[in-house]
Structure formats: structure tokens, C-alpha cells
């Protein structure tokens, strides 16, 4: 249930407001846009709680939500929520690159690839530690050295970096070396990780899973949110269907519709999405003009030999940089800013 008042009522009354919902054993959710505040009340509301709230000077309307997940629905939030790290925005006009292997290597590999992805324009160095692989015998990260040699690499090079986290023990230790955790495709129902990224302030990139419906992923991004951990981002990184030709089939109807349903900016995975390094780039380039708010893109400098085995999909760095020249080129177009040159600037 959403309670809707205007702004003209004044912050003191809104306060009262929230006072007396909050008195009643439910909680209660603000979000104010620049002509009326939206108050969103999460728990087993008395039915009498609509009645009278509609009923009090400054509510205009009191709606009904029947959809399972509140935080995260834009009925709850209307406006886009912009997520700030260290001087970059996501989720806002600029549109944000991330770059980088699929696993990091070396420390010469990372140093090296997180030059090249500050050099074309990126914004956020991608790399793995931790890799959950279908085989138990295939390379599975290296660990905490690893972050380490990322977070070396970031800083360095003046880039913000995203890793993965696969369960609730190592959520601390990948906060403290990564600006954003990512939340791989089979664990996007890992309701205990889910549960432990809520707690913290760390951002948050939730893959889709590889079969989950758009309410399903919805669900899971909620379980951070009512976790108390409000920077979330979604990441759609292609489904499973009867096709083989492509590792996945990237769903670019997500983006919208995720955009239309919640508030929380809307990432895309071309290279998952696709498991084609020839396809990766036609499939960014529409991501953006299906509204996406950002990229996360393999690229790797010898992606022949990665070791991971995921060097199909990643692009060498000059199809990296070639890309990134083109959605400067194309950002404006759709109502986005991307400036291969700008520096970030880090608080």
C-alpha cells in the first residue's frame, strides 16, 4: 500500500504522517519527487489503516499494491534511483562501461587490462577472485589475492571495480577491496548471500538468473532492499532458451520492462548474454538504445588463452576501445551522456 501526498503539505506534516503509520506496526518507506512524496508502508497493515489514512488532511490518495516485491517497484519509488560511487553516477543520464576479464590472472594481466579499460573510457574495472564454474575441475578464481591485485589495479588506474561474491562468509572481505558487488546468475536466489549484501551499503549488480521470470528477479533485488541496502542494480546477462547457436539468449525486452516495474538502474551483459565476441558489440549498442543504464563487458588481451576459457566472448582491447568511440557517439542520441576522455572524479 502506497500512501500519496503533495509536496505543499510540507515536510513537518509528511513527518506526521509516517509518525502515525509507523505507530500502527508497519514500516514506512519516502520517497519524495518534486511535486508529490510517495510513502510506502511495508507489513500486515489493520484494513482500517487505508481508511483512515484517506481520511487525513494531506493524503491525496491511498493505492493498493499487490505486487510481492514494494522497494524495489517504481509504484513504491517513482523516480530513478542514481547510485554514487566515488564521482561516477549509475542509473542517471551517464551512461557507465564496465571492463575487464573474465577472472583476474596476474597482477600484470589486471595492471595491464585496467590501463586499457581506462584508456578507452571505461569507468569500472570488472575481474573475478571467486569464479563459480559448471565443472569442479575448471579454474575457480584465485581468491583474495586476487581482490587485492584488483583493488591495486583499480586505484592505480583511477577506476572504480566490481567483483563477484558467492557466499555470505566472504561478502566483508569483497567489500573491502571492491566498490560494487556483483551477484552472479546461480546465485540470484541465494536468499542467505541476498540477506548478508542487505546489511551492508556496498552496491549491489544482481544478475538475472538463467530462468527466472522478471518477478522473480524482482524478488531477489528485494531482499536486499528490505535488508536495509538501498544500491542495487540490475543486470540482465542473457536466459536459456531452445537456442543453441548463442550461450544465451540475451532478453533486451528486460530492459525496459525492468525499467517500467522498478526504479533501480538496469545493467546488461552483452557477453554472457551472447557467448560471441562477434555479437557482443551489435548486442551493446542495442542494450543502450533499449534504455540500458550501463554495460559490463569482457575484455581480455589474450582472450585466446584466458583461463577461464570464456575468451570467445571477450573482445580484444582494440574492439573495446572502437566500441566504447561508438556509444560516445551514439550515448546522445538516447538521452544519455559518455565521454571517452572525462576523468572520474574519485571522493
Known amino acids: 500500500m502506497i500512501a500519496i501526498t503533495s509536496n505543499k503539505i510540507g515536510d513537518e506534516r509528511i513527518q506526521e504522517i509516517v509518525h502515525y503509520i509507523e505507530s500502527q506496526g508497519v514500516q514506512a518507506h519516502v520517497s519524495k519527487g518534486e511535486d508529490r512524496t510517495v510513502i510506502g508502508i511495508i507489513g500486515q497493515a489493520d484494513p482500517k489503516l487505508a481508511e483512515h489514512l484517506r481520511s487525513m488532511s494531506g493524503v491525496e490518495q491511498v493505492v493498493k499494491i499487490s505486487k510481492s516485491y514494494k522497494l524495489a517497484s517504481r509504484d513504491f519509488h517513482p523516480a530513478d534511483t542514481v547510485i554514487k560511487i566515488k564521482g561516477v553516477e549509475i542509473g542517471g543520464e551517464q551512461l557507465v562501461v ?55 589495479a583499480g586505484k592505480k ?11 555470505p562468509e566472504y561478502v566483508d572481505v569483497c567489500a573491502e577491496y ?22 551492508i551499503q556496498t552496491p549491489v549488480l544482481l544478475k538475472r538468473g538463467f530462468s527466472a521470470t522478471y518477478d522473480e528477479f524482482l524478488n531477489a533485488a528485494e531482499y536486499i532492499l528490505a535488508g536495509g541496502n538501498p544500491n542495487v542494480m540490475l543486470c540482465e546477462r542473457g536466459i536459456r532458451t531452445f537456442e543453441t547457436y548463442t550461450r544465451n539468449t540475451l532478453d533486451l525486452s528486460a530492459i525496459p520492462v525492468l525499467k517500467q516495474l522498478s526504479h533501480l538502474p538496469v545493467i546488461s551483459d552483452p557477453s554472457h548474454g551472447t557467448g560471441r565476441r562477434e555479437l557482443v558489440v551489435p548486442m551493446t549498442k542495442a542494450s543502450v538504445a533499449a534504455g540500458a543504464d550501463g554495460l559490463i563487458i569482457e575484455m581480455h588481451t589474450d582472450p585466446d588463452n584466458s583461463m577461464t576459457g570464456d575468451g570467445v566472448q571477450s573482445l580484444f582491447p582494440d574492439q573495446f576501445a572502437h566500441l566504447l568511440q561508438d556509444l560516445e557517439k551514439l550515448a546522445p542520441l538516447l538521452g544519455k551522456k559518455f565521454d571517452t576522455k572525462k576523468e572520474a572524479i574519485f571522493a
Open 98 to 152: 564496465m571492463g575487464g576479464p573474465c577472472a583476474v590472472e596476474s597482477p600484470e594481466q589486471i595492471d595491464e587490462i585496467a590501463r586499457l579499460v581506462k584508456a578507452a573510457g571505461g569507468q569500472v574495472l570488472r575481474g573475478g577472485a571467486f569464479k563459480p564454474r559448471t565443472g569442479p575441475y575448471s579454474f575457480q578464481g584465485v581468491g583474495v589475492e586476487g581482490l587485492i591485485m584488483m583493488a591495486e
Open 178 to 199: 571492491a566498490d560494487i558487488l556483483q551477484v552472479g546468475t546461480r546465485n540470484m536466489q541465494n536468499f542467505d548471500l541476498l540477506r548478508k549484501l542487505g546489511t
Open 157 to 167: 588506474h583511477g577506476l572504480l571495480t566490481i567483483t563477484e561474491v558467492m557466499t
